[in-house]
């Protein structure tokens, strides 16, 4: 079983700085039209950031294995909020276009295989203690 840990190392108001598992530090912070100071996204920016980068790379992996070009590959993602919350993702790819119809189909399916849209898809539990 892999563990990851993030851990809260400091805050000002609305500006967290989180570090992570790797050693790296994250800065998370709301607008400054919620009552932040705008130094960092907001948390649920950073998922759908998350849910970009890990498209892009799991798509990027699997077309390193093939050998495939992936230059002009593009992951945008655009969240729809509800409730003060993200309600909805929708992942839009710009697929390398040295690649064949086959490969892009391909390459779409294996973007649904990253592994944080697969935990935002299965609602992962969450434990507080």
């Given at each position: 079983v892999l563990v990851s840990q993030a851990t809260l190392v400091s805050r000002d108001?609305?500006?967290?700085?989180?570090?992570?598992?790797?050693?790296?530090?994250?800065?998370?912070?709301e607008p400054a039209s919620?009552?932040?100071?705008?130094?960092?996204p907001a948390p649920t920016?950073?998922?759908?950031?998350?849910?970009?980068?890990?498209?892009?790379l799991t798509m990027q992996s699997?077309?390193?294995i093939k050998g495939w070009d992936t230059t002009g590959l593009g992951v945008d993602v655009d969240?729809?909020?509800a409730d003060?919350?993200?309600?909805?993702y929708r992942v839009t790819l710009t697929m390398p276009p040295g690649l064949d119809e086959s490969q892009h189909?391909?390459?779409h399916v294996i973007a649904t295989k990253c592994p944080v849209h697969r935990t935002l898809s299965d609602a992962v539990p969450v434990e507080v203690v």
């Open positions: 108001g609305f500006r967290h700085e989180v570090e992570v598992a790797s050693g790296h530090t994250v800065v998370f912070d919620a009552g932040g100071t705008n130094t960092g920016e950073m998922l759908a950031a998350a849910l970009a980068a890990c498209t892009a699997y077309a390193k969240t729809t909020y003060h919350r993200p309600a909805s189909q391909k390459l």
